[in-house]
């Protein structure tokens, strides 16, 4: 697919849905990029950060994810798009920025899902699902808790696991991170450590082309 196609593409997609050319909202994410990048280094990578993709690939996407944030969810899409064009070569890094009320609890149900190799698809039934359970102040758990299950989580032990001290520690020490790198909107990307700075579907595919490239020479 060429650079026009993934413009078109791109369109025809969740980012035109949800209408993400907010300037206001480009700009703050931008904003706390470049912020960001000052002080990202070590908080960008954790080992018990989530991977998809290769773990070898020599371009990583990192992004601060919140599981009830509607734009994560518009470019979730988006970003396997990019990843799938340069198949084998783009690895995701998902940090968890818990900004939303009730994100923290998502965030366990998912990392619960983890430990049962059911990561994927129950990330994936949450964000398809999202606008039924991620209510602005007043999210329905439950409900979130219930689409898990539909995906294939065992709920029993899930709702055990999610209150262990592994989990407790991710929690902890990405909310560390986000505090670290200044960050206050989700999705924030950076590409090999270099912020994106123009918020965008196709700033961020020409970023992971550039690095897709160079890592090639």
């Given at each position: ?15 035109v849905a ?13 904003a ?16 018990h ?11 990583t ?47 366990r149900?998912?990392?619960a ?17 999202q ?8 999210p ?14 065992d ?5 055990a ?5 592994g ?12 505090t ?21 579907p ?5 970023l992971?082309?550039s ?7």
């Amino acid at each position: 697919m060429n650079r026009r196609n993934f413009v078109l593409g791109v369109t025809a997609t969740a980012f035109v849905a949800f209408g993400l050319g907010a300037v206001a909202y480009r700009e703050a994410v931008a904003a706390s990029a470049r912020e960001a990048a000052a002080k990202a280094s070590a908080a960008l990578y954790r080992e018990h950060a989530p991977v998809i993709g290769p773990t070898d690939a020599k371009v990583t996407i990192t992004e601060f994810f919140d599981p009830s944030c509607e734009a994560c969810r518009a470019f979730y899409p988006i970003v396997k798009q990019i990843m799938g064009m340069h198949e084998g070569k783009v690895r995701l890094v998902l940090r968890y920025a818990a900004l939303h009320e009730g994100s923290d609890e998502v965030i366990r149900i998912i990392e619960a899902a983890r430990l049962q190799d059911k990561f994927t698809p129950v990330l994936e039934a949450l964000l398809d699902q999202q606008p039924e359970w991620a209510v602005h102040s007043a999210p329905d758990l439950e409900k979130a808790w219930s689409i898990a299950g539909s995906a294939g989580l065992d709920l029993v032990r899930a709702k055990a696991d999610s209150q262990s001290d592994g989990i407790n520690a991710v929690l902890v020490q990405d909310a560390a991170d986000v505090t670290a790198v200044g960050l206050t909107q989700t999705p924030t990307f950076f590409v090999n450590g270099k912020p994106l700075t123009e918020f965008g579907p196709q700033q961020l595919y020409d970023l992971v082309t550039s690095e897709v490239t160079a890592a090639a020479q």
